[in-house]
């Protein structure tokens, strides 16, 4: 597998480190990187990946949509437009419906479509150096875009999303701790290390859990009820009963080993 916009290494056999790769323009994202996106999701699909983490190249995450294509937007009709915008949405978006979860190192700012990307990713740890904004008011746009509407009040609540989408101010590393936009904040050169400690944790778990995990939380922070929580919690312990996996841990608990799993 090879992108143009972004190199993509094995720190370990079943974790994945996507470095987007245009540092001249803060890893701003082209059309080209949405389509590399959807097509890194369609491979990784195909691979035994347990974590998929993202930073960026140089000193910033991505700056957001690429100034030079961001010109073309108004000369496209209304059709083409909506046809574009909804691929662009999916190929950010897509990050989150990937079965194994998605770790985000935010080394420096993230603006625009590149703060939508890592609040897309499952959980955020930030360098001193990161900052966050939702640019796109600033530029004539809604603040509203590839799904930052949905995921950013659910990190942070309704009313601090909502004066960050309104003001498009930057939200510096320890404020984005403060108010749960991130997990955790560390220095810039222990960034990707601490970003792989956490992948390989996640990794040793059984990849069904891991897996079941992530849905169901995804699922449950819009659940109508407390029962429907429930239903979908029971449905997937059922399901892990199954496995030969949870069988594997329950003997390695015993034995006091560490688990093999599998991932069935």
């Given at each position: 597998?090879?992108?143009?916009?972004?190199?993509?290494?094995?720190?370990?056999?079943?974790?994945?480190?996507?470095?987007?790769?245009?540092?001249?323009?803060?890893?701003?994202?082209?059309f080209?990187?949405?389509d590399?996106?959807?097509?890194?999701?369609?491979?990784?699909?195909?691979?035994?990946?347990?974590?998929?983490?993202m930073?960026?190249?140089?000193?910033?995450?991505?700056?957001?949509?690429?100034l030079?294509?961001?010109?073309?937007?108004?000369s496209?009709s209304?059709a083409?437009?909506?046809?574009?915008?909804?691929?662009?949405?999916?190929?950010i978006?897509?990050?989150?419906?990937?079965?194994f979860?998605?770790?985000?190192?935010?080394?420096?700012?993230?603006a625009?479509?590149?703060?939508?990307?890592?609040?897309?990713?499952?959980?955020r740890?930030?360098?001193?150096?990161?900052r966050?904004?939702?640019?796109?008011v600033?530029?004539?746009?809604?603040?509203?875009?590839c799904?930052?509407?949905?995921?950013?009040?659910?990190l942070v609540?309704?009313?601090?999303?909502?004066?960050?989408?309104?003001?498009g101010r930057?939200v510096?590393?320890?404020?984005?701790?403060?108010i749960g936009?991130?997990t955790?904040?560390?220095?810039p050169e222990a960034?990707?290390h601490?970003?792989?400690e956490?992948?390989?944790v996640i990794?040793g778990?059984?990849p069904?859990?891991?897996?079941?995990?992530?849905?169901v939380?995804?699922?449950?922070?819009?659940?109508?009820?407390?029962?429907?929580a429930l239903?979908?919690?029971?449905?997937n312990?059922?399901?892990?009963?199954?496995?030969a996996d949870?069988?594997?841990?329950l003997t390695a608990?015993?034995e006091?080993?560490?688990p093999?799993?599998?991932?069935?």
């Open positions: 597998m090879s992108y143009r916009t972004f190199d993509l290494t094995w720190p370990s056999p079943q974790v994945a480190l996507a470095t987007l790769d245009r540092p001249d323009r803060l890893n701003a994202i082209t080209e990187m949405f590399e996106f959807a097509q890194l999701q369609a491979d990784l699909a195909d691979r035994d990946v347990r974590v998929l983490v930073t960026g190249a140089g000193r910033a995450f991505s700056a957001g949509l690429d030079d294509e961001a010109a073309l937007l108004s496209m209304a083409e437009m909506l046809r574009r915008q909804t691929g662009w949405s999916r190929a978006a897509g990050f989150a419906d990937l079965p979860p998605v770790l985000a190192a935010v080394n420096g700012a993230a625009g479509a590149g703060m939508a990307l890592a609040l897309m990713a499952d959980i740890v930030a360098a001193t150096t990161a966050f904004n939702a640019a796109f600033r530029i004539g746009l809604s603040g509203g875009d799904g930052t509407s949905w995921t950013l009040p659910r609540g309704l009313s601090r999303a909502t004066e960050i989408l309104l003001t930057f510096e590393a320890e404020e984005a701790r403060d936009l991130v955790e904040v560390v220095e960034l990707v601490r970003a792989l956490i992948a390989a990794a778990n059984s069904v859990g891991v897996a079941l995990t992530k849905q939380v995804r699922a449950n922070v819009d659940a109508p009820s407390l029962q429907a239903e979908v919690e029971d449905r312990q059922v399901i892990a009963t199954r496995t949870m069988v594997e841990a608990f015993r006091k080993r560490p093999t799993f599998v991932g069935n």
